[in-house]
């Protein structure tokens, strides 16, 4: 291994250990401000309550869904023998698996939104919610030669679905 290629792994884990690390101060900022509103996401809640925040989780899962389609299409695109371009492919992927998490985390509360709203809404929206909460683990644990094949199909079932919570 050359002395470029030293440089670059340790920085490579450099990077991804600052990535861990704002990530989880991030989530634990993100739940302490939740407590000190008062909101419990486990518990259940007004309708006028939880069709906001609905739409505000609606509105983040595009995003992220957004996101981890432009990486996958660009990750196509990488050149494997170009050290440098593999190991901004390591941190694109690292990234992606944190995109993972946190939508596994809002599909879950969005679960939990939807299963406040029954018998107002069809359960089979909050069924859903739970089926593509697995699908989304199952795609951010998956081995990484097919990871891109979980990962296609969840987003695709993901983003009608959104449409049709946005919509109940």
């Known amino acids: 291994m050359s002395r470029n ?4 792994d340790a920085a490579l884990l450099r990077t991804m250990t600052l990535l861990s690390t704002l990530n989880v101060a991030a989530e634990l900022a993100f739940g302490m401000r939740e407590r000190k509103a008062g909101r419990d996401p486990a518990a259940e809640n007004e309708d006028a309550v939880v069709r906001p925040e609905l739409e505000d989780l609606c509105t983040t899962l595009r995003t992220l869904t957004f996101q981890l389609e432009s990486s996958s299409a660009l990750t196509t695109l990488v050149d494997t023998s170009d050290a440098a371009a593999v190991q901004a492919f390591s941190v694109q992927r690292y990234v992606d ?6 939508t596994n985390q809002l599909l879950h509360r969005m679960h939990q939104h939807l299963l406040s709203l029954y018998p107002a809404i069809d ?3 909050a069924e859903e919610a739970r089926l593509l909460e697995i699908a989304c683990a199952a795609a951010r644990d998956a081995e990484p030669q097919y990871f891109a094949e979980q990962l296609h199909p969840f987003l695709q079932q993901l983003k009608p679905f959104l449409r049709a919570v946005s919509s109940s």
């Open 5 to 8: 290629e030293n440089f670059l």
């Open 97 to 102: 698996l944190v995109r993972l998490q946190k």
């Open 123 to 125: 359960e089979s929206l």
